[in-house]
């Protein structure tokens, strides 16, 4: 029996492992934790029985714990609660599906503790990653990647780990605006970019895969997970979708992973690995599919990749810049305060004004948040 507990359970990553646990009778779920939707939280209490629920939200966290006061669950909140589910004993391997920064400090907290991270919070390599993969050898604990490309690549290194690895080949669809000018892009409506051609995901991803944002992120991410440099990780839109991530070796070699954009395929390979097993769905059909097809990504009109590479090669404080000045961008646009143009805007006039600091602690990484907050508040 397996044992795990999630951050950001009630999220589009954290709903979908559920749906992996009910597919499988030998996950139990010990503990889990979201942000405020807790009408979602008491329905997955009640289903899966854990241990332990934590709320972000103080407030929202006492409401919940009178609505589930029959159930054998204890209630926290806050970061003390998150820290508290994270090193708790009894489970084995901590979904982090939480968005955002705050998730660096558990997940930590779990690698110390001894725990395999499925990971899915993007920001705490792409922020901390020079902290978070020399505390999972020093601890001896896996980091199990569950975004669909860093899996991709993952199960392409399988039985490779002894050959070089030449560079790494991160797939794109290019998103709802691929071929658009930025003059095109300027007029863009929220209700627009939350169209995503092939995946359905929560919405903050959604736009951020609209403006290549999160292809950086995810580029920034797979240098650390896979040590490697930037520039060994190039980014390959495939339209299609079919060809989630390729790795190519010194020999020219190239492995690839393909199947249909579902991702219950990297969470049950995470919660599983390195058993594979059934899984229900759509299978992909080569004949009707007829072709797949690349192209090169465009940096020009979408800037937020191209300035993905330029945090991640200057590394320091200025990755963890770049993704807070989108996570606010974003946000206003969702709340239609500013214009799509704008997110990449904001993100570049932060990285400008910030002084880079190298090898940063976490206190600094989060200042370094809160600094880009408090810049784009006095600006826009």
């Not at 899966?48 to 029959?70: I, N, S, T």
């Not at 909140?77 to 705050?102: D, H, K, N, R």
């Not at 907290?109 to 999972?136: F, Q, R, S, Y």
């Not at 190298?358 to 370094?368: F, N």
Request: glycine residues 8%; proline residues 4%; hydrophobic residues 45%.
């Amino acid at each position: 029996m397996r044992k795990i507990a999630i951050l950001g359970s009630t999220g589009s990553i954290g709903t979908q492992t559920l749906d992996v646990v009910r597919a499988n009778k030998d996950i139990e779920v010990r503990a889990l934790a979201a942000g405020s939707n807790i009408r979602l939280l008491e329905e997955q209490i009640r289903e899966f029985h854990p241990q332990l629920a934590a709320v972000w939200e103080e407030e929202r966290a006492k409401e919940l714990a009178l609505r589930v006061r029959d159930m054998d669950v204890r209630v926290v909140s806050g970061m003390e609660g998150l820290l508290e589910l994270a090193v708790m004993p009894g489970y084995e391997i901590l979904v982090t599906a939480i968005v955002g920064m705050i998730g660096i400090r558990p997940t930590m907290a779990a690698m110390e503790a001894g725990k395999d991270i499925a990971l899915a919070n993007k920001e705490t390599l792409v922020t901390a990653g020079h902290l978070i993969m020399p505390l999972a050898q020093k601890m001896g604990v896996q980091i199990l990647p569950v975004d669909s490309e860093h899996s991709a690549i993952f199960q392409s290194l399988n039985g490779e780990r002894q050959n070089r690895l030449h560079k790494i080949l991160l797939t794109a669809s290019g998103g709802p605006f691929r071929g658009r000018t930025r003059e095109e892009l300027r007029t863009i409506r929220v209700e627009d970019a939350l169209k995503h051609p092939n995946w359905s995901m929560g919405r903050k991803i959604t736009i951020d895969s609209s403006t290549m944002v999160n292809k950086g992120l995810e580029v920034m991410e797979a240098r650390w997970l896979f040590g490697v440099s930037m520039d060994q990780v190039q980014v390959v839109v495939q339209p299609q979708s079919v060809i989630h991530s390729m790795v190519e070796f010194e020999d020219g070699a190239v492995i690839a992973q393909l199947g249909t954009p579902d991702m219950k395929l990297p969470i049950q390979y995470a919660l599983y690995y390195p058993e594979r097993r059934f899984l229900a769905g759509e299978r992909l059909d080569f004949a009707k599919l007829g072709q797949i097809t690349f192209e090169a990504p465009d940096m020009v009109n979408f800037e937020g990749l191209a300035l993905a590479y330029e945090a991640g090669r200057a590394g320091g404080t200025l990755p963890a810049v770049f993704n807070a000045a989108n996570e606010r961008a974003v946000e206003k646009f969702l709340n239609r305060e500013i214009g799509y143009l704008s997110i990449t805007e904001m993100i570049r006039a932060s990285m400008e004004h910030h002084r880079v600091i190298p090898g940063p602690s976490v206190d600094e990484i989060l200042a370094a948040e809160q600094e880009t907050y408090d810049f784009i508040e006095s600006r826009w």
